[in-house]
Protein backbone atom coordinates (compact mmCIF):
# COMPACT_ATOMS: atom_id res chain seq x y z
CA UNK A 1 0.00 0.00 0.00
CA UNK A 2 1.15 3.76 -0.40
CA UNK A 3 0.07 6.35 1.54
CA UNK A 4 -2.02 9.21 0.28
CA UNK A 5 -5.78 10.08 -0.59
CA UNK A 6 -7.50 8.70 -3.90
CA UNK A 7 -10.03 11.04 -3.59
CA UNK A 8 -9.73 11.99 -7.14
CA UNK A 9 -10.93 8.43 -8.14
CA UNK A 10 -14.59 8.92 -7.18
CA UNK A 11 -14.43 12.52 -7.72
CA UNK A 12 -12.50 13.27 -11.03
CA UNK A 13 -12.40 16.60 -12.92
CA UNK A 14 -10.55 15.48 -16.23
CA UNK A 15 -10.79 11.39 -17.45
CA UNK A 16 -9.55 10.20 -20.59
CA UNK A 17 -10.63 6.63 -21.88
CA UNK A 18 -7.15 5.24 -23.53
CA UNK A 19 -8.62 2.96 -26.06
CA UNK A 20 -11.81 4.28 -26.85
CA UNK A 21 -13.52 2.52 -29.31
CA UNK A 22 -15.93 3.35 -32.30
CA UNK A 23 -17.35 -0.12 -32.37
CA UNK A 24 -20.76 -0.47 -30.77
CA UNK A 25 -20.52 -3.69 -28.74
CA UNK A 26 -16.90 -3.00 -28.32
CA UNK A 27 -15.52 -2.45 -24.40
CA UNK A 28 -14.06 0.99 -25.40
CA UNK A 29 -17.13 2.07 -26.69
CA UNK A 30 -19.48 1.15 -24.45
CA UNK A 31 -17.66 2.58 -21.16
CA UNK A 32 -17.05 5.87 -22.93
CA UNK A 33 -20.85 6.10 -23.92
CA UNK A 34 -21.44 5.36 -20.40
CA UNK A 35 -19.19 8.06 -19.02
CA UNK A 36 -20.55 10.61 -21.86
CA UNK A 37 -24.19 10.45 -20.69
CA UNK A 38 -23.19 10.01 -16.68
CA UNK A 39 -20.01 11.51 -15.74
CA UNK A 40 -20.16 15.50 -14.41
CA UNK A 41 -16.46 16.25 -15.21
CA UNK A 42 -14.24 17.00 -18.67
CA UNK A 43 -13.82 13.52 -20.52
CA UNK A 44 -11.19 12.85 -23.45
CA UNK A 45 -10.80 9.46 -25.60
CA UNK A 46 -7.61 8.27 -26.89
CA UNK A 47 -7.69 6.47 -30.15
CA UNK A 48 -4.67 6.85 -33.26
CA UNK A 49 -7.29 6.42 -35.42
CA UNK A 50 -10.37 8.82 -34.46
CA UNK A 51 -10.87 12.78 -33.94
CA UNK A 52 -13.78 12.28 -32.21
CA UNK A 53 -15.94 9.06 -30.86
CA UNK A 54 -18.92 9.46 -29.91
CA UNK A 55 -18.87 13.20 -30.17
CA UNK A 56 -15.89 13.05 -27.73
CA UNK A 57 -12.75 15.20 -28.25
CA UNK A 58 -10.17 12.16 -28.88
CA UNK A 59 -6.25 12.01 -29.52
CA UNK A 60 -3.57 10.24 -30.64
CA UNK A 61 -2.27 9.94 -27.50
CA UNK A 62 -2.97 10.93 -24.24
CA UNK A 63 0.22 13.27 -23.80
CA UNK A 64 -1.79 15.40 -26.98
CA UNK A 65 -4.67 16.29 -24.69
CA UNK A 66 -4.11 19.78 -24.16
CA UNK A 67 -5.47 19.98 -19.96
CA UNK A 68 -4.05 18.25 -17.17
CA UNK A 69 -5.78 14.52 -16.35
CA UNK A 70 -6.94 13.09 -13.23
CA UNK A 71 -7.58 9.78 -14.59
CA UNK A 72 -6.92 7.37 -17.11
CA UNK A 73 -10.00 4.56 -17.97
CA UNK A 74 -6.92 2.14 -19.83
CA UNK A 75 -9.19 -0.86 -21.95
CA UNK A 76 -6.53 -1.28 -24.68
CA UNK A 77 -4.88 -5.09 -25.03
CA UNK A 78 -2.65 -6.59 -22.09
CA UNK A 79 0.10 -6.44 -23.98
CA UNK A 80 -0.31 -2.28 -24.86
CA UNK A 81 -1.23 -1.65 -20.81
CA UNK A 82 2.44 -0.72 -19.83
CA UNK A 83 2.94 1.52 -22.64
CA UNK A 84 -0.23 3.30 -22.21
CA UNK A 85 0.84 3.49 -18.68
CA UNK A 86 4.25 5.17 -19.24
CA UNK A 87 2.56 8.07 -21.54
CA UNK A 88 0.15 8.81 -18.34
CA UNK A 89 2.84 9.24 -15.88
CA UNK A 90 4.77 11.42 -18.67
CA UNK A 91 1.23 13.33 -18.56
CA UNK A 92 1.36 13.21 -15.14
CA UNK A 93 -1.89 11.89 -14.51
CA UNK A 94 -3.34 11.00 -10.62
CA UNK A 95 -4.77 7.98 -11.21
CA UNK A 96 -5.16 4.99 -13.67
CA UNK A 97 -8.30 2.65 -13.43
CA UNK A 98 -6.53 -0.31 -16.15
CA UNK A 99 -9.84 -2.39 -16.86
CA UNK A 100 -7.87 -4.85 -18.94
CA UNK A 101 -7.62 -8.56 -18.16
CA UNK A 102 -4.37 -10.58 -18.96
CA UNK A 103 -1.91 -10.27 -15.96
CA UNK A 104 -1.39 -12.74 -12.74
CA UNK A 105 -4.25 -13.96 -13.19
CA UNK A 106 -3.60 -15.93 -16.58
CA UNK A 107 -0.17 -16.95 -15.02
CA UNK A 108 3.48 -16.66 -15.03
CA UNK A 109 3.62 -14.30 -18.24
CA UNK A 110 0.86 -12.24 -16.68
CA UNK A 111 2.26 -11.82 -13.43
CA UNK A 112 5.30 -10.31 -15.31
CA UNK A 113 3.06 -8.02 -17.21
CA UNK A 114 1.49 -6.88 -13.63
CA UNK A 115 4.93 -6.08 -12.11
CA UNK A 116 6.20 -3.98 -15.18
CA UNK A 117 2.90 -2.01 -14.53
CA UNK A 118 3.20 -1.75 -10.93
CA UNK A 119 6.98 -0.22 -11.81
CA UNK A 120 5.99 2.43 -14.07
CA UNK A 121 2.80 3.13 -11.73
CA UNK A 122 5.39 3.59 -8.61
CA UNK A 123 8.18 5.28 -11.19
CA UNK A 124 5.82 8.03 -11.48
CA UNK A 125 3.96 8.41 -8.30
CA UNK A 126 -0.04 7.15 -9.55
CA UNK A 127 -2.15 5.35 -8.05
CA UNK A 128 -3.58 2.13 -9.74
CA UNK A 129 -7.14 0.29 -9.97
CA UNK A 130 -7.61 -2.89 -11.64
CA UNK A 131 -6.07 -4.47 -13.90
CA UNK A 132 -8.35 -7.24 -14.58
CA UNK A 133 -11.44 -4.82 -13.11
CA UNK A 134 -14.48 -2.70 -14.12
CA UNK A 135 -13.12 0.35 -12.02
CA UNK A 136 -15.91 2.70 -10.17
CA UNK A 137 -19.52 4.07 -10.12
CA UNK A 138 -20.18 7.01 -8.31
CA UNK A 139 -23.82 8.35 -8.84
CA UNK A 140 -22.80 11.41 -6.98
CA UNK A 141 -20.65 12.64 -9.75
CA UNK A 142 -21.33 10.38 -12.38
CA UNK A 143 -17.95 8.96 -13.01
CA UNK A 144 -18.85 4.84 -14.20
CA UNK A 145 -16.12 3.13 -15.75
CA UNK A 146 -18.57 0.11 -16.08
CA UNK A 147 -18.36 -1.04 -20.05
CA UNK A 148 -22.26 -2.83 -19.19
CA UNK A 149 -24.91 -0.43 -20.75
CA UNK A 150 -27.95 0.72 -19.18
CA UNK A 151 -30.15 -1.09 -21.62
CA UNK A 152 -28.67 -4.72 -19.91
CA UNK A 153 -27.29 -2.98 -16.45
CA UNK A 154 -28.88 -1.02 -13.57
CA UNK A 155 -27.40 1.33 -12.16
CA UNK A 156 -28.24 2.54 -8.42
CA UNK A 157 -28.83 6.07 -7.53
CA UNK A 158 -26.80 7.81 -4.71
CA UNK A 159 -27.45 6.14 -1.22
CA UNK A 160 -25.31 5.73 1.83
CA UNK A 161 -23.84 2.30 1.42
CA UNK A 162 -20.40 1.58 -0.53
CA UNK A 163 -19.24 -1.69 -2.11
CA UNK A 164 -15.78 -2.98 -3.11
CA UNK A 165 -15.77 -6.44 -4.97
CA UNK A 166 -12.62 -8.20 -6.17
CA UNK A 167 -14.74 -9.11 -8.71
CA UNK A 168 -16.52 -7.35 -11.73
CA UNK A 169 -18.92 -9.54 -12.49
CA UNK A 170 -20.58 -10.11 -9.02
CA UNK A 171 -19.75 -6.33 -8.68
CA UNK A 172 -22.05 -5.54 -11.60
CA UNK A 173 -24.57 -7.76 -10.72
CA UNK A 174 -24.81 -6.76 -7.39
CA UNK A 175 -25.37 -3.04 -8.64
CA UNK A 176 -28.11 -4.32 -11.07
CA UNK A 177 -29.72 -6.07 -7.69
CA UNK A 178 -29.49 -2.79 -5.71
CA UNK A 179 -31.19 -0.91 -8.29
CA UNK A 180 -33.89 -3.33 -9.03
CA UNK A 181 -34.39 -2.91 -5.50
CA UNK A 182 -33.79 0.71 -5.13
CA UNK A 183 -30.91 0.83 -2.62
CA UNK A 184 -28.31 3.86 -3.01
CA UNK A 185 -24.76 3.49 -3.31
CA UNK A 186 -22.46 5.77 -2.46
CA UNK A 187 -19.47 4.07 -4.10
CA UNK A 188 -18.88 1.49 -5.87
CA UNK A 189 -15.42 -0.25 -6.34
CA UNK A 190 -14.04 -2.98 -8.59
CA UNK A 191 -10.10 -3.75 -7.51
CA UNK A 192 -9.92 -6.66 -9.36
CA UNK A 193 -6.14 -7.86 -9.09
CA UNK A 194 -5.36 -5.06 -6.69
CA UNK A 195 -1.61 -4.40 -8.08
CA UNK A 196 -2.19 -1.49 -6.16
CA UNK A 197 -5.33 -0.25 -4.24
CA UNK A 198 -6.51 -2.98 -2.57
CA UNK A 199 -8.95 -3.10 0.12
CA UNK A 200 -6.82 -1.83 2.90
CA UNK A 201 -6.65 1.39 0.57
CA UNK A 202 -10.48 1.30 -0.15
CA UNK A 203 -11.35 0.66 3.71
CA UNK A 204 -9.25 3.80 5.30
CA UNK A 205 -10.28 5.89 2.57
CA UNK A 206 -14.51 5.17 3.20
CA UNK A 207 -13.68 5.21 7.21
CA UNK A 208 -13.47 9.42 6.04
CA UNK A 209 -16.39 9.10 3.64
CA UNK A 210 -18.97 11.43 4.66
CA UNK A 211 -21.31 10.03 1.59
CA UNK A 212 -20.77 6.27 3.18
CA UNK A 213 -22.66 4.87 6.66
CA UNK A 214 -21.44 1.48 6.06
CA UNK A 215 -18.50 -0.43 3.98
CA UNK A 216 -19.01 -3.97 1.98
CA UNK A 217 -16.69 -6.15 0.49
CA UNK A 218 -16.96 -8.81 -1.38
CA UNK A 219 -13.56 -10.52 -0.38
CA UNK A 220 -11.61 -13.36 -2.53
CA UNK A 221 -8.42 -13.27 -0.89
CA UNK A 222 -6.26 -11.30 1.02
CA UNK A 223 -2.26 -10.69 0.48
CA UNK A 224 -1.67 -8.80 3.23
CA UNK A 225 -3.40 -10.28 6.10
CA UNK A 226 -2.02 -8.49 9.31
CA UNK A 227 -2.48 -4.62 7.37
CA UNK A 228 -6.01 -5.74 6.61
CA UNK A 229 -6.57 -7.25 10.08
CA UNK A 230 -5.15 -3.09 11.47
CA UNK A 231 -7.22 -1.57 8.68
CA UNK A 232 -10.95 -3.17 9.83
CA UNK A 233 -10.14 -2.60 13.52
CA UNK A 234 -10.02 0.69 12.98
CA UNK A 235 -12.74 1.04 10.57
CA UNK A 236 -15.29 -0.85 12.53
CA UNK A 237 -14.87 1.83 15.35
CA UNK A 238 -16.23 4.49 12.80
CA UNK A 239 -18.26 2.41 10.45
CA UNK A 240 -19.91 -1.04 9.97
CA UNK A 241 -18.38 -3.29 7.95
CA UNK A 242 -20.09 -6.26 6.01
CA UNK A 243 -18.18 -8.79 4.08
CA UNK A 244 -19.06 -11.71 2.17
CA UNK A 245 -16.08 -13.93 1.97
CA UNK A 246 -15.66 -16.42 -0.78
CA UNK A 247 -13.46 -19.10 -1.02
CA UNK A 248 -14.19 -20.78 1.66
CA UNK A 249 -14.13 -24.77 0.62
CA UNK A 250 -11.08 -25.82 -0.77
CA UNK A 251 -12.57 -25.81 -4.65
CA UNK A 252 -14.15 -22.32 -3.89
CA UNK A 253 -10.34 -21.49 -2.85
CA UNK A 254 -8.54 -22.74 -5.50
CA UNK A 255 -11.36 -21.43 -8.22
CA UNK A 256 -10.44 -17.36 -6.02
CA UNK A 257 -6.81 -18.01 -6.95
CA UNK A 258 -7.48 -18.40 -10.94
CA UNK A 259 -10.08 -15.66 -11.09
CA UNK A 260 -8.09 -12.75 -9.64
CA UNK A 261 -4.40 -14.64 -8.69
CA UNK A 262 -5.84 -14.29 -5.09
CA UNK A 263 -4.73 -16.53 -2.12
CA UNK A 264 -7.67 -17.14 -0.07
CA UNK A 265 -6.30 -18.91 2.83
CA UNK A 266 -7.89 -20.52 5.70
CA UNK A 267 -11.71 -19.42 6.11
CA UNK A 268 -11.45 -20.34 9.87
CA UNK A 269 -8.84 -17.44 10.13
CA UNK A 270 -10.91 -15.36 8.30
CA UNK A 271 -13.47 -15.98 10.46
CA UNK A 272 -11.21 -15.43 13.42
CA UNK A 273 -9.83 -12.26 12.05
CA UNK A 274 -13.56 -10.64 11.73
CA UNK A 275 -14.66 -11.76 14.65
CA UNK A 276 -11.87 -9.95 16.60
CA UNK A 277 -11.88 -6.57 14.81
CA UNK A 278 -15.68 -6.23 14.73
CA UNK A 279 -16.88 -7.04 11.31
CA UNK A 280 -20.35 -8.64 9.96
CA UNK A 281 -19.79 -11.69 8.36
CA UNK A 282 -22.52 -12.01 5.19
CA UNK A 283 -22.94 -15.45 3.50
CA UNK A 284 -24.91 -14.28 0.52
CA UNK A 285 -25.71 -11.46 -1.37
CA UNK A 286 -29.21 -10.62 -0.37
CA UNK A 287 -27.47 -11.10 2.93
CA UNK A 288 -25.07 -8.53 2.69
CA UNK A 289 -27.28 -6.08 1.52
CA UNK A 290 -29.92 -7.13 3.88
CA UNK A 291 -27.08 -6.48 7.32
CA UNK A 292 -26.06 -2.96 5.39
CA UNK A 293 -29.22 -1.57 5.30
CA UNK A 294 -30.03 -2.51 8.94
CA UNK A 295 -26.97 -1.65 10.00
CA UNK A 296 -26.98 2.03 8.38
CA UNK A 297 -30.88 2.84 9.60
CA UNK A 298 -30.78 1.48 12.74
CA UNK A 299 -28.05 2.19 15.70
CA UNK A 300 -26.51 -0.97 17.20
CA UNK A 301 -27.95 -2.77 20.65
CA UNK A 302 -26.54 -2.01 23.76
CA UNK A 303 -27.35 -6.01 24.45
CA UNK A 304 -29.68 -8.87 23.17
CA UNK A 305 -33.08 -8.78 24.78
CA UNK A 306 -35.66 -8.55 21.77
CA UNK A 307 -39.50 -7.83 22.04
CA UNK A 308 -41.56 -9.47 18.90
CA UNK A 309 -44.27 -6.59 18.38
CA UNK A 310 -46.57 -8.20 15.91
CA UNK A 311 -50.59 -8.28 14.19
CA UNK A 312 -50.30 -12.45 13.61
CA UNK A 313 -49.54 -14.88 15.98
CA UNK A 314 -47.71 -17.24 13.24
CA UNK A 315 -45.85 -14.68 12.52
CA UNK A 316 -44.70 -14.37 16.19
CA UNK A 317 -43.23 -17.69 16.82
CA UNK A 318 -41.84 -17.59 13.90
CA UNK A 319 -39.84 -14.42 14.50
CA UNK A 320 -39.16 -16.21 18.04
CA UNK A 321 -37.86 -19.39 16.51
CA UNK A 322 -35.56 -17.32 13.91
CA UNK A 323 -34.27 -15.09 17.13
CA UNK A 324 -33.97 -17.81 19.05
CA UNK A 325 -31.82 -19.76 16.46
CA UNK A 326 -29.30 -16.96 16.47
CA UNK A 327 -28.51 -16.98 20.25
CA UNK A 328 -30.77 -14.04 21.18
CA UNK A 329 -33.02 -13.85 24.08
CA UNK A 330 -36.87 -13.17 23.52
CA UNK A 331 -37.95 -12.81 27.30
CA UNK A 332 -41.02 -12.95 28.63
CA UNK A 333 -41.97 -8.99 30.06
CA UNK A 334 -42.45 -8.21 33.50
CA UNK A 335 -45.52 -8.14 35.56
CA UNK A 336 -45.83 -4.23 35.22
CA UNK A 337 -45.02 -3.95 31.59
CA UNK A 338 -47.96 -6.68 30.91
CA UNK A 339 -50.30 -5.02 32.90
CA UNK A 340 -49.84 -1.52 31.17
CA UNK A 341 -50.29 -3.69 27.72
CA UNK A 342 -53.52 -5.20 28.95
CA UNK A 343 -54.82 -1.31 29.32
CA UNK A 344 -54.13 -0.49 25.81
CA UNK A 345 -54.30 -3.51 23.71
CA UNK A 346 -57.52 -5.50 22.54
CA UNK A 347 -58.89 -7.94 25.89
CA UNK A 348 -58.05 -10.91 23.69
CA UNK A 349 -54.67 -9.70 22.56
CA UNK A 350 -51.14 -11.19 24.01
CA UNK A 351 -48.98 -8.76 25.62
CA UNK A 352 -46.53 -11.31 26.79
CA UNK A 353 -43.57 -11.20 24.47
CA UNK A 354 -44.05 -12.02 21.28
CA UNK A 355 -46.64 -9.28 22.12
CA UNK A 356 -49.57 -9.98 19.56
CA UNK A 357 -52.05 -6.84 18.40
CA UNK A 358 -53.86 -9.87 16.80
CA UNK A 359 -55.75 -9.34 13.30
CA UNK A 360 -58.35 -7.07 14.97
CA UNK A 361 -55.63 -4.01 15.90
CA UNK A 362 -55.91 -0.70 14.85
CA UNK A 363 -53.12 1.64 14.19
CA UNK A 364 -53.01 3.01 17.78
CA UNK A 365 -52.66 -0.25 19.29
CA UNK A 366 -49.26 -0.99 17.66
CA UNK A 367 -48.41 3.00 18.11
CA UNK A 368 -49.05 2.55 22.39
CA UNK A 369 -47.84 -1.21 22.47
CA UNK A 370 -44.38 0.35 21.04
CA UNK A 371 -44.11 3.01 23.59
CA UNK A 372 -44.55 0.45 26.61
CA UNK A 373 -41.80 -2.00 24.80
CA UNK A 374 -39.19 0.77 24.57
CA UNK A 375 -39.39 2.45 28.28
CA UNK A 376 -40.11 -0.78 30.09
CA UNK A 377 -36.06 -1.13 30.03
CA UNK A 378 -36.53 -4.83 29.41
CA UNK A 379 -36.00 -5.22 25.52
CA UNK A 380 -32.62 -4.15 23.46
CA UNK A 381 -34.18 -4.20 20.06
CA UNK A 382 -37.69 -4.73 18.68
CA UNK A 383 -39.13 -7.27 15.86
CA UNK A 384 -42.14 -5.35 14.37
CA UNK A 385 -44.50 -7.25 11.99
CA UNK A 386 -47.35 -5.38 11.45
CA UNK A 387 -49.32 -6.81 8.07
CA UNK A 388 -50.32 -3.55 6.52
CA UNK A 389 -53.49 -5.59 4.84
CA UNK A 390 -55.37 -5.94 7.96
CA UNK A 391 -58.66 -3.82 7.78
CA UNK A 392 -58.13 -1.95 10.96
CA UNK A 393 -54.59 -0.55 9.77
CA UNK A 394 -55.14 2.90 8.12
CA UNK A 395 -52.39 4.33 5.54
CA UNK A 396 -51.36 6.69 8.53
CA UNK A 397 -49.67 3.75 10.25
CA UNK A 398 -46.17 4.29 9.33
CA UNK A 399 -46.33 8.14 9.63
CA UNK A 400 -48.06 7.26 13.68
CA UNK A 401 -45.32 4.53 14.64
CA UNK A 402 -42.18 6.85 13.41
CA UNK A 403 -43.64 9.83 15.54
CA UNK A 404 -44.12 7.66 18.38
CA UNK A 405 -41.05 5.97 18.15
CA UNK A 406 -38.89 9.39 17.78
CA UNK A 407 -41.12 11.43 20.43
CA UNK A 408 -40.10 8.22 23.11
CA UNK A 409 -36.49 8.47 22.19
CA UNK A 410 -36.45 12.22 23.09
CA UNK A 411 -38.10 12.25 26.27
CA UNK A 412 -36.62 9.02 27.06
CA UNK A 413 -32.78 8.88 25.94
CA UNK A 414 -33.53 5.54 25.52
CA UNK A 415 -32.48 4.55 22.21
CA UNK A 416 -33.26 0.94 20.41
CA UNK A 417 -33.35 -0.52 17.11
CA UNK A 418 -36.47 -1.48 15.28
CA UNK A 419 -36.59 -3.88 12.61
CA UNK A 420 -39.71 -4.69 10.66
CA UNK A 421 -41.21 -7.53 8.99
CA UNK A 422 -43.49 -6.88 5.47
CA UNK A 423 -44.85 -10.12 4.54
CA UNK A 424 -47.12 -9.49 1.46
CA UNK A 425 -48.11 -9.02 -2.07
CA UNK A 426 -48.02 -5.39 -4.01
CA UNK A 427 -49.94 -2.88 -1.16
CA UNK A 428 -47.51 -4.65 1.82
CA UNK A 429 -44.61 -3.80 -0.19
CA UNK A 430 -45.65 0.14 -0.54
CA UNK A 431 -46.07 0.43 2.77
CA UNK A 432 -42.80 -1.25 3.48
CA UNK A 433 -40.79 0.64 1.40
CA UNK A 434 -42.48 3.77 2.64
CA UNK A 435 -41.20 3.09 6.25
CA UNK A 436 -37.90 2.40 4.86
CA UNK A 437 -38.29 5.92 4.02
CA UNK A 438 -38.55 7.07 7.48
CA UNK A 439 -35.90 4.92 8.75
CA UNK A 440 -37.06 1.64 9.52
CA UNK A 441 -35.56 -1.24 7.30
CA UNK A 442 -38.39 -3.83 6.35
CA UNK A 443 -37.41 -7.26 5.28
CA UNK A 444 -39.94 -10.12 3.73
CA UNK A 445 -39.59 -12.61 6.23
CA UNK A 446 -38.58 -12.86 10.24
CA UNK A 447 -35.88 -14.65 9.26
CA UNK A 448 -34.42 -12.36 7.38
CA UNK A 449 -34.88 -9.48 10.09
CA UNK A 450 -33.20 -11.67 12.81
CA UNK A 451 -29.68 -11.78 11.25
CA UNK A 452 -30.22 -8.14 10.42
CA UNK A 453 -30.79 -7.46 14.58
CA UNK A 454 -28.06 -10.19 15.71
CA UNK A 455 -25.85 -8.01 13.28
CA UNK A 456 -27.26 -4.85 15.71
CA UNK A 457 -26.16 -6.80 18.43
CA UNK A 458 -22.72 -8.40 17.70
CA UNK A 459 -21.98 -4.93 16.17
CA UNK A 460 -23.24 -3.07 19.30
CA UNK A 461 -20.88 -5.63 21.40
CA UNK A 462 -18.17 -4.92 19.64
CA UNK A 463 -18.29 -1.09 19.70
CA UNK A 464 -18.70 -1.18 23.86
CA UNK A 465 -15.26 -3.29 23.84
CA UNK A 466 -13.90 -0.08 21.42
CA UNK A 467 -15.87 2.32 24.00
CA UNK A 468 -17.21 3.93 20.97
CA UNK A 469 -20.73 2.77 21.51
CA UNK A 470 -22.26 5.55 23.05
CA UNK A 471 -20.75 7.48 20.31
CA UNK A 472 -22.91 5.65 17.32
CA UNK A 473 -26.10 5.50 18.78
CA UNK A 474 -25.82 9.60 19.57
CA UNK A 475 -24.99 9.71 16.20
CA UNK A 476 -27.50 8.07 14.74
CA UNK A 477 -30.41 9.96 17.24
CA UNK A 478 -28.96 12.99 15.77
CA UNK A 479 -29.71 11.63 11.97
CA UNK A 480 -33.24 9.90 12.97
CA UNK A 481 -34.79 12.01 15.92
CA UNK A 482 -32.81 15.43 14.47
Known sequence: ????????????????????????????????RNLKEMYKGTLYAVNPEAKEVLGVPTYPSILDIPEEVDVAVIVVPAEKVVEAAEEAGRKGVKGLIVISGGFKEIGPEGAERERKLVEVVRKYGMRLIGPNCVG?????????????SKERQGYPPHGFIAFASQSGAFGSAVLDWAAMRGIG???????????????????????????????????????????FFRALKEVTKHKPVVVLKSGRTEA?????????????????????????SGVIRAYGMEELFDLAMGLAMQPPATGDRVAVLTVGGGSGVMATDALADLGLKVPKLSDQSIAKLRKVLLPFASPYNP?????????????EAIEILITSGEVDAVMWLPYYMVPGLTPELNKKFVERVKKVFKETGRVIPIVGVATGGSYTAMYAKEAETMGIPMYVSPERAAKVIKALVDYGRWLRGTGYLEHHIERFYRWFVG
Open 1 to 32: MVSGSIEFFFNPKVVAVVGASRRPGKVGYELL
Open 136 to 148: VYVPKSGINTLFL
Open 185 to 227: ISKFISYGNKADVSEVDVLLYLKDDEDTKVITLYVEGVENGPE
Open 252 to 276: GARAASSHTGSLAGSDAVYNAVFKQ
Open 355 to 367: VDVTGSAVDEHLV
